[in-house]
C-alpha cells in the first residue's frame, strides 16, 4: 500500500508545478494577452476591443522605459516618467474548478497597485517590490470570461533615488489549490551541520479552509542534485476546519554535499499532504547544506573556512528593458561578475525578483537580503542632475507605518528558503545626516566629538535621531520571527551619528558606507560588534581596508552594474560606476576589479594618451577632462583597451593584472621593462610612444616565468558587424535570445572607436526587447529598431513568440559594412 502511495504522488506531482512561486497549489504562469492604458480611466466602463487607447503587451511589463527620455522629468528617476496605467486581461476559469481554491498571486508591480476581478477591489497595495496573492475564489464566474484589472499609481514619478520602472513588471501566477492545502511560503527549511551529520529542520503550515476537518497525512522527501531520495518523512494530523497548524519534522542526512561558492550544491525538498489516499496539495523547494559564522575579530567563515566577501551592490534594472525580469539576462549577468571574482550580492535596496535568488543559489553567490532605503521620512531625490539644485520629497514614507512591518515579514517569509542568502538588511542609509534625522553630535560641540560642525551641522528641527534605534528594534524582531538563522543588518552612512543611538545595537552585524575610516576606532571602541563594508568605492585602497584588517569581512562595490536614474546633469541615462555596463559588457574597472578578486591568472590591458592630439584625440579629450589623466596622476583603473593614436604620441599604457611581475611587448619588441605588481596602486604601467602595430602585456611569476598573456592591436575602419559567440541560437518558447555584437575591421580587429547605427531586421515569430550598447549620454530613441554601438559594441535583446520547431532569422545591418545574420531556433 505504501509503494502504491508513494507511486501516486510521484505520478501526480510530475504533472503539477512543482516549483509553485506562492509555495502552494498549482501555479499557471499568465504573462500573454494582457491590455495597457496609460492613463486614468473608468472601470465601470466596458473596453471597446477596437479602442486604441489600450494595446495588447506581454508581461513582464514597465511602461517608463517605454517612454521617451526628457530633462523636465527627474534625474533621480532616469529623466523617464511615471504616471497612471491599467492593466486588464480576461482570463476564463472552467466549471471544473469550482470547489477549489483560487489565487492571483503578483511577483511585483510597482507601485501602489490596485487590482480587481469583474469590478471587485481585492485589495492594494502600495510597496512596489514586494509579492503578493489575493483569494480571487469569491468573485470568480466559472465557464466564462473574468476579467482582471490592475491599476498602478505611479504618479508620484520622483518617489526614489533611483530608477524603479513602472507598472507589471514581474510575473503574474494563477494558482489553483484544494481547500486544504499549504499556506503561501508555508514550507521553511533551515539547515544544520554538524560535522559529517546534516539536519534539515522543517516547518510546515496548513490551513483547513473546508467546512469539515481533515485527517492528514503529510510526506517529506529531500532529494539530491541526482532526483535520489536521501532522506524522507511521514507525518499525520488532523485538521480542524477552519484552522491553521504547523507541523515540524527533522530529515537526517549523512554526509551531505555542502553549498558553496566553488561547489554549489543543491538539494530539493519536496512536501506531499495526502488526504484518504489521494494528493491534494504539494510544493517542491530548493534548499542545501551549509554553515557560517561571524566573528568580531575573525570576519566571515563560510563552512568552517575563513574568507572575505567580495560583493557588489545591485538595482534591479537592466538598461533598455528597465525593470522588466528576464531570468536568462540575469544569468548572463551574474555569471559575468562571477567571473569577474564577485561572490556576493546585495539587494540595492529592496527586495528582488525571486528568480534572482534562484540563480544566486545556481550560481554560488551569497545574498544580502534588503528590504528599505527609507522608512518614516523622506529622503531627498535629486530632480535636476545627482547632488545638483532643490530636491524633492516624493517616496515610500507615507506607507511605511501602515504597511513596512509587513512588507518587511513577506519578504523574509518569501526569501528565507534561498540557501544563498546569509544577512538580512533592514534598512540602507536611514540615518544619513540631515537627510532627514539630526542628532546634537553633528554641531561638533559635544567634548570628544567632532571639533567642527559636519553635514551641514545639528538641524533642531530635524527628526531626532534616536527614533532609528526604536523602529530598528521592531523591524529586527520581525525578522527574527520569521528567520533566526541569519543575522540581522543595515548600511550605516552616518555612523558617527548612528553610534550616538541604539540603532546599531539593534543590529547584529553593522555595515558601513564609505566609512573606511572608522574601521580600526570603531573596532576598539565596539569590540562585539562585527563590521563590513556595505557600500564601498572601487578604489584601491578601500579594498587595502578590507584585505589589511583581519575584523573587517569584506565590501560592498557600489554599484556591481551601472543602472538607470540618480543621473547627472542632462543629458544622462543614469549612475556608470558598475563594473559592468547597461549591456552587461566588462567595463575596464571590471578587469581591474578581477584581478583584486580573482583566483584565476589574469591579465588585461589598456591605455590612454597623457596629451591630447592625434587620431584619438576628439574621442578622447572628453575622457581626459573627466578624469583627469596627466602624467602625474596615478594610473586610471579606466582604461579602455584601444591602441589608435598619432605615431609617436606619449602613451600611458595599464594592466590590470594578478601576477607579481609583468612586461610589454610592442609588435615582438620589449618596449616595457618587467616590473613588480605594485602594491600602492594594484596597477603596472608604462609610458611609451605610440607605434602602430600589437601590443601585448606578459604576466609573470617572481621568477619572470610567463603566466598569462593579453594583447591589443591597432585597428582600421570597421568593416563588418561580428556576432560574438555562437550564430545560431536556441531558445525556448518566450525564451530571450541575447546577441551580443562587435564592430570589427577587415582583419576582425575589434574598433572600439566606432559607433555605427544598427539597424535590426527580424523575420519570424519574435520580437524585439531592446537594443543597448551601454553608452550613458545617448538618451536617443530607444523603442526603434535603430541604435548607435558604443565601444563598438551592442547587445540585442529578441523575445522568441512562435512555437516550437519555429525559426527565427535576425539580420543587423549598417551603412557600408557587412551585415550580421542569426538564426534563432525554438525549441
Same mark, same amino acid.
Given at each position: 500500500m505504501?509503494?502504491?502511495?508513494?507511486?501516486?504522488?510521484?505520478?501526480?506531482l510530475?504533472?503539477?508545478?512543482?516549483?509553485?512561486?506562492?509555495?502552494?497549489?498549482?501555479?499557471?504562469?499568465?504573462?500573454?494577452?494582457?491590455?495597457?492604458?496609460?492613463?486614468?480611466?473608468?472601470?465601470?466602463?466596458?473596453?471597446?476591443?477596437?479602442?486604441?487607447?489600450?494595446?495588447?503587451?506581454?508581461?513582464?511589463?514597465?511602461?517608463?522605459?517605454?517612454?521617451a527620455?526628457?530633462?523636465?522629468?527627474?534625474?533621480?528617476?532616469?529623466?523617464?516618467?511615471?504616471g497612471?496605467?491599467?492593466?486588464?486581461?480576461?482570463?476564463?476559469?472552467?466549471?471544473?474548478?469550482?470547489?477549489?481554491?483560487l489565487?492571483?498571486?503578483?511577483?511585483?508591480?510597482?507601485?501602489r497597485?490596485?487590482?480587481?476581478?469583474?469590478?471587485?477591489?481585492?485589495?492594494?497595495?502600495?510597496?512596489?517590490?514586494?509579492?503578493?496573492?489575493?483569494?480571487?475564489?469569491?468573485?470568480?464566474?466559472?465557464?466564462?470570461?473574468?476579467?482582471i484589472?490592475?491599476?498602478?499609481?505611479?504618479?508620484q514619478?520622483?518617489?526614489?533615488?533611483?530608477?524603479?520602472?513602472?507598472?507589471?513588471?514581474?510575473?503574474?501566477?494563477?494558482?489553483?489549490?484544494?481547500?486544504?492545502?499549504?499556506?503561501?511560503?508555508g514550507?521553511?527549511a533551515?539547515?544544520?551541520?554538524?560535522?559529517?551529520?546534516?539536519?534539515?529542520?522543517?516547518?510546515t503550515?496548513?490551513?483547513?479552509?473546508?467546512?469539515?476537518?481533515a485527517?492528514?497525512?503529510?510526506?517529506?522527501?529531500?532529494?539530491?542534485?541526482?532526483?535520489?531520495?536521501?532522506?524522507k518523512?511521514?507525518?499525520?494530523?488532523?485538521?480542524?476546519?477552519?484552522s491553521?497548524?504547523?507541523?515540524k519534522?527533522?530529515?537526517?542526512?549523512?554526509?551531505?554535499?555542502?553549498?558553496?561558492?566553488?561547489?554549489?550544491?543543491?538539494?530539493?525538498?519536496?512536501?506531499s499532504?495526502?488526504?484518504?489516499?489521494?494528493?491534494?496539495?504539494?510544493?517542491?523547494?530548493?534548499?542545501?547544506?551549509?554553515?557560517?559564522?561571524?566573528?568580531?575579530?575573525?570576519?566571515?567563515?563560510?563552512?568552517?573556512?575563513?574568507?572575505?566577501?567580495?560583493?557588489?551592490c545591485?538595482h534591479?534594472?537592466?538598461?533598455?528593458?528597465?525593470?522588466?525580469?528576464?531570468?536568462?539576462?540575469?544569468r548572463?549577468?551574474?555569471?559575468?561578475?562571477?567571473?569577474?571574482?564577485?561572490?556576493?550580492?546585495?539587494?540595492?535596496?529592496?527586495?528582488?525578483a525571486?528568480?534572482?535568488?534562484?540563480?544566486?543559489?545556481?550560481?554560488g553567490?551569497?545574498v544580502?537580503?534588503?528590504?528599505?532605503?527609507?522608512?518614516?521620512?523622506?529622503?531627498?531625490?535629486?530632480?535636476?542632475?545627482?547632488?545638483?539644485?532643490?530636491?524633492?520629497?516624493?517616496?515610500?514614507?507615507?506607507?511605511?507605518?501602515?504597511?513596512?512591518?509587513?512588507?518587511?515579514?513577506?519578504?523574509? @517569509?518569501?526569501?528565507?528558503? %534561498?540557501?544563498? !542568502? #546569509?544577512?538580512?538588511?533592514?534598512?540602507?542609509?536611514? =540615518? +544619513?545626516?540631515?537627510?532627514?534625522?539630526?542628532?546634537?553630535?553633528?554641531?561638533?560641540?559635544?567634548?570628544?566629538?567632532?571639533?567642527?560642525?559636519?553635514?551641514?551641522?545639528?538641524?533642531?528641527?530635524?527628526?531626532?535621531?534616536?527614533?532609528?534605534?526604536?523602529?530598528?528594534?521592531?523591524?529586527?524582531?520581525?525578522?527574527?520571527?520569521?528567520?533566526?538563522?541569519?543575522?540581522?543588518?543595515?548600511?550605516?552612512?552616518?555612523?558617527?551619528?548612528?553610534?550616538?543611538?541604539?540603532?546599531?545595537?539593534?543590529?547584529?552585524?553593522?555595515?558601513?558606507?564609505?566609512?573606511?575610516?572608522?574601521?580600526?576606532?570603531?573596532?576598539?571602541?565596539?569590540?562585539?560588534?562585527?563590521i563590513?563594508?556595505?557600500?564601498?568605492?572601487?578604489?584601491?585602497?578601500?579594498? @587595502?581596508?578590507?584585505?589589511? %584588517?583581519?575584523? !573587517? #569581512?569584506?565590501q560592498?562595490l557600489?554599484?556591481?552594474? =551601472? +543602472?538607470?536614474?540618480?543621473?547627472?546633469?542632462?543629458?544622462?541615462?543614469?549612475?556608470?560606476?558598475?563594473?559592468?555596463?547597461?549591456?552587461?559588457?566588462?567595463?575596464?574597472?571590471?578587469?581591474?576589479?578581477?584581478?583584486?578578486?580573482?583566483?584565476?591568472?589574469?591579465?588585461?590591458?589598456?591605455?590612454?594618451?597623457?596629451?591630447?592630439?592625434?587620431?584619438?584625440?576628439?574621442?578622447?579629450?572628453?575622457?581626459?577632462?573627466?578624469?583627469?589623466?596627466?602624467?602625474?596622476?596615478?594610473p586610471?583603473?579606466?582604461?579602455?583597451?584601444?591602441?589608435?593614436?598619432?605615431?609617436?604620441?606619449l602613451?600611458?599604457?595599464?594592466?590590470?593584472t594578478?601576477?607579481a611581475?609583468?612586461?610589454?611587448?610592442?609588435?615582438?619588441?620589449?618596449?616595457?621593462r618587467? @616590473?613588480?605588481?605594485?602594491?600602492?596602486?594594484g !596597477?603596472?604601467?608604462?609610458?611609451?610612444?605610440?607605434?602602430?602595430?600589437?601590443?601585448?602585456?606578459?604576466?609573470?611569476d617572481?621568477?619572470?616565468?610567463?603566466?598569462?598573456?593579453a594583447?591589443?592591436?591597432?585597428?582600421?575602419?570597421?568593416?563588418?558587424?561580428?556576432?560574438?559567440?555562437?550564430?545560431?541560437?536556441?531558445?525556448?518558447?518566450?525564451?530571450?535570445?541575447?546577441?551580443?555584437?562587435?564592430?570589427?575591421?577587415?582583419?576582425?580587429?575589434?574598433?572600439?572607436?566606432?559607433?555605427?547605427?544598427?539597424?535590426?531586421?527580424?523575420?519570424?515569430?519574435a520580437?524585439?526587447?531592446?537594443?543597448?550598447?551601454?553608452?550613458?549620454?545617448d538618451?536617443?530613441?530607444?523603442?526603434?529598431?535603430?541604435?548607435?554601438?558604443y565601444?563598438?559594441?551592442?547587445?540585442?535583446?529578441?523575445?522568441?513568440?512562435?512555437?516550437?520547431?519555429d525559426?527565427?532569422?535576425?539580420?543587423?545591418?549598417?551603412?557600408?559594412?557587412?551585415?550580421?545574420m542569426?538564426?534563432?531556433?525554438?525549441?
Open positions: 505504501k509503494k502504491n502511495i508513494l507511486a501516486l504522488v510521484l505520478t501526480l510530475t504533472s503539477a508545478d512543482l516549483f509553485a512561486q506562492a509555495g502552494f497549489g498549482a501555479s499557471e504562469k499568465i504573462n500573454t494577452d494582457w491590455r495597457f492604458h496609460l492613463g486614468e480611466t473608468d472601470l465601470k466602463k466596458e473596453v471597446e476591443a477596437s479602442d486604441k487607447s489600450w494595446r495588447r503587451v506581454q508581461l513582464p511589463h514597465d511602461w517608463s522605459v517605454k517612454q527620455y526628457s530633462s523636465s522629468y527627474a534625474s533621480a528617476t532616469g529623466y523617464l516618467p511615471g497612471i496605467g491599467w492593466y486588464q486581461k480576461k482570463l476564463v476559469i472552467p466549471k471544473d474548478d469550482q470547489g477549489k481554491k489565487f492571483l498571486y503578483f511577483e511585483g508591480v510597482y507601485n497597485s490596485e487590482v480587481f476581478l469583474n469590478g471587485k477591489s481585492l485589495g492594494k497595495r502600495p510597496n512596489g517590490y514586494i509579492s503578493f496573492s489575493y483569494d480571487i475564489t469569491p468573485y470568480v464566474e466559472y465557464g466564462r470570461d473574468n476579467l484589472s490592475v491599476r498602478v499609481d505611479h504618479s514619478d520622483a518617489d526614489s533615488r533611483w530608477y524603479t520602472g513602472s507598472g507589471i513588471y514581474r510575473d503574474v501566477w494563477l494558482i489553483r489549490a484544494n481547500p486544504i492545502h499549504l499556506e503561501q511560503w514550507v521553511y533551515v539547515p544544520e551541520v554538524k560535522g559529517k551529520k546534516g539536519a534539515l529542520k522543517v516547518q503550515s496548513l490551513k483547513n479552509e473546508s467546512t469539515s476537518s485527517p492528514l497525512s503529510i510526506l517529506h522527501e529531500l532529494l539530491d542534485n541526482a532526483g535520489r531520495v536521501v532522506a518523512k511521514t507525518s499525520r494530523m488532523t485538521l480542524a476546519a477552519g491553521s497548524q504547523e507541523l519534522v527533522d530529515l537526517n542526512v549523512n554526509n551531505p554535499k555542502l553549498w558553496s561558492l566553488e561547489k554549489p550544491s543543491l538539494y530539493q525538498l519536496r512536501t499532504v495526502m488526504q484518504g489516499g489521494q494528493l491534494i496539495d504539494s510544493n517542491t523547494i530548493v534548499t542545501g547544506f551549509r554553515t557560517f559564522t561571524f566573528d568580531a575579530n575573525k570576519g566571515f567563515a563560510l563552512n568552517g573556512v575563513q574568507m572575505k566577501v567580495k560583493g557588489v545591485l534591479h534594472d537592466v538598461g533598455v528593458l528597465g525593470a522588466e525580469v528576464y531570468p536568462e539576462v540575469w548572463r549577468r551574474l555569471s559575468t561578475l562571477k567571473s569577474l571574482g564577485v561572490n556576493a550580492v546585495r539587494t540595492s535596496h529592496n527586495p528582488q525571486p528568480s534572482l535568488y534562484e540563480l544566486c543559489d545556481e550560481l553567490l551569497l544580502m537580503n534588503e528590504a528599505f532605503d527609507e522608512w518614516e521620512f523622506p529622503k531627498r531625490k535629486w530632480l535636476q542632475g545627482w547632488n545638483v539644485g532643490t530636491p524633492g520629497f516624493q517616496g515610500a514614507f507615507d506607507f511605511f507605518k501602515e504597511w513596512g512591518e509587513r512588507d518587511l515579514a513577506d519578504m523574509v @517569509k518569501r526569501d528565507r528558503n %534561498h540557501i544563498s !542568502i #546569509f544577512a538580512w538588511s533592514i534598512g540602507n542609509e536611514v =540615518d +544619513y545626516p540631515n537627510d532627514p534625522y539630526s542628532h546634537p553630535i553633528l554641531a561638533g560641540a559635544r567634548e570628544g566629538g567632532f571639533t567642527q560642525p559636519i553635514f551641514g551641522g545639528y538641524k533642531k528641527d530635524a527628526p531626532d535621531a534616536m527614533q532609528l534605534g526604536d523602529i530598528a528594534k521592531k523591524l529586527a524582531a520581525v525578522v527574527r520571527k520569521y528567520d533566526s538563522s541569519r543575522p540581522v543588518t543595515a548600511g550605516l552612512a552616518g555612523v558617527a551619528m548612528s553610534n550616538e543611538t541604539a540603532y546599531p545595537g539593534q543590529l547584529d552585524i553593522a555595515g558601513y558606507n564609505y566609512t573606511e575610516s572608522r574601521y580600526i576606532d570603531d573596532h576598539k571602541r565596539y569590540p562585539k560588534r562585527v563590513y563594508g556595505s557600500e564601498n568605492r572601487h578604489d584601491f585602497s578601500a579594498w @587595502k581596508a578590507v584585505v589589511d %584588517h583581519e575584523h !573587517i #569581512f569584506g560592498f557600489w554599484t556591481g552594474i =551601472d +543602472y538607470l536614474g540618480e543621473s547627472g546633469r542632462w543629458p544622462s541615462r543614469g549612475f556608470y560606476s558598475g563594473l559592468l555596463d547597461f549591456a552587461g559588457f566588462i567595463k575596464p574597472r571590471g578587469y581591474f576589479r578581477q584581478s583584486l578578486w580573482s583566483d584565476k591568472p589574469m591579465a588585461y590591458l589598456g591605455s590612454y594618451p597623457l596629451r591630447g592630439g592625434g587620431a584619438a584625440s576628439d574621442v578622447w579629450s572628453a575622457l581626459e577632462a573627466e578624469q583627469g589623466q596627466q602624467e602625474n596622476r596615478a586610471s583603473m579606466d582604461a579602455w583597451p584601444i591602441w589608435n593614436y598619432q605615431d609617436g604620441q602613451i600611458r599604457v595599464v594592466t590590470y594578478n601576477t611581475k609583468a612586461r610589454l611587448e610592442l609588435n615582438g619588441q620589449v618596449v616595457g618587467s @616590473k613588480d605588481y605594485d602594491q600602492k596602486t !596597477i603596472i604601467y608604462w609610458d611609451i610612444p605610440y607605434a602602430v602595430g600589437k601590443l601585448e602585456v606578459v604576466g609573470m617572481s621568477k619572470e616565468n610567463e603566466i598569462v598573456r594583447q591589443l592591436q591597432s585597428s582600421s575602419r570597421p568593416e563588418r558587424i561580428k556576432v560574438l559567440h555562437n550564430e545560431q541560437l536556441t531558445v525556448p518558447i518566450n525564451g530571450i535570445a541575447q546577441i551580443e555584437l562587435q564592430l570589427v575591421d577587415e582583419n576582425g580587429i575589434p574598433v572600439l572607436l566606432a559607433d555605427d547605427e544598427i539597424t535590426c531586421d527580424i523575420a519570424g515569430n520580437r524585439l526587447l531592446g537594443m543597448e550598447a551601454g553608452d550613458n549620454s538618451i536617443g530613441n530607444y523603442t526603434d529598431n535603430k541604435q548607435r554601438a565601444h563598438g559594441k551592442m547587445i540585442i535583446y529578441v523575445q522568441a513568440t512562435g512555437k516550437v520547431t525559426e527565427v532569422t535576425v539580420r543587423c545591418r549598417a551603412p557600408w559594412l557587412t551585415p550580421a542569426i538564426t534563432i531556433k525554438i525549441k
